[in-house]
């Protein structure tokens, strides 16, 4: 039986409600969801001490059975604080046999890529309180989010924007501001040759720009085979801006970069958004027709049915 285990590494879990709304749809959609006891805690604006925080991702190195969901309640702040308190090889070990599902985004990026850095893949996607417990589940986030978890091998497709390109790598990424608050720390993956995919929520298109700028300068962007952009909500310009945008500012970026850079992914902080498996293998095709990524190489549920 396919089993979500929560954890809260990072801001407390106010919206209760919506958390309890979260929990009785995946009961009642048959599965068992452990750990709930977590959702209460709380010291100042995190969801409990970092002892504790970090005692639920050091856990998951002795969480025992297959086809486990290791599910982030919410983001917000605090995953930073604890990253020097998880042992991370011990959970690498674990994942060699019967591997997690571990799945989340915004401020969860911060674990997942001091785990990509021991060679763990992880799925950014849907959290509990944001999406599943959402006042109406999005139909196209919850379709992606199985077709990632059961498949190992898929696809997602949409009409971007940017260079025509064909181009194969390790798919990385996530939340920009948490990974660019990794820049020069232990826990940020090495990728080269990669396709780097960012998206973030309620930062004015010069911040973006100085955070892209920030991997720029620092020699990351450069060394990668494409850049792929997801939602930036929160991202609108005002009158002092005189036309400086969102796509003012990409067509900046690529200016800077000879690789591609490919926006429109349903990708973030969106009631609609795809799943990705960060450290997977992944191709990017983009042409004037058509956008797709496909990615192979992650783990997937082994207890159901696999599907197309």
Known sequence: MTL????????????QQAATRGIARLEEAGYQVNNQRILTRRQQRFAGTEVERAGDINALATLSGRDNLVLAVRGGYGANRVLDMIDWKAIALRQQNDPLLICGHSDFTAIQMALLCEGVITFSGPMLVGNFGAETLNEFTLEHFWRALRNGAFSVEWQ??????????????????????????????????????????????????????????????????????????????????????????????????????ISGLDFGHEQRTVTLPLGSQARLVHNAKSTTLSMTGHPVISGEKKHS
Not at 4 to 15: D, V
Not at 221 to 248: H, K, M, T, W
């Open 4 to 15: 979500f285990h929560l954890i809260a590494p990072s801001g407390y879990c106010i919206n």
């Open 160 to 261: 971007g924007n940017g260079r025509v390109c064909d181009v194969n790598g390790t798919l990385w990424g996530g939340n920009l501001a948490m990974l660019v608050s990794l820049i020069g720390t232990p826990w940020m993956p090495q990728i080269d040759d990669g396709i780097l995919v960012l998206e973030d929520i309620n930062e004015h298109p010069f911040r973006v720009e100085r955070m892209l700028l920030q991997l720029f300068h620092a020699g990351i962007l450069g060394r990668q085979r494409a850049i792929v952009l997801g939602s930036f909500s929160g991202a609108e310009p005002n009158d002092y801006d005189a036309g400086y945008d969102l796509p003012v500012m990409i067509d900046y970026l690529q200016s800077r970069l000879s690789i591609p850079v």
